[in-house]
């Protein structure tokens, strides 16, 4: 589960880091589109199902946060 943890280092790619009105889905490398794909493909194989799981969690809290700002 701290694999959702660690996609957000991809915020210090950004300039500025920390910005309260950008959404972080499409926007930074590890939440890219096609990123969010390999995370699905992630949670198939029994080994990594786990951390897989817990990059999809993030992005669905990204993503619900994207929709309330």
Request: net charge negative.
């Amino acid at each position: 589960m701290l694999a959702g943890f660690l996609i957000d280092l991809d915020h210090l790619l950004a300039t500025p880091i920390f910005d309260p009105n950008r959404c972080s889905i499409g926007y930074h490398p590890l939440h890219s589109y096609f990123a969010i794909l390999f995370y699905i493909f992630f949670c198939i194989p029994k080994t990594s199902r786990i951390v897989g799981l817990g990059l999809i969690i993030h992005i669905i809290a990204d993503a619900v946060d994207c929709s309330l700002m």
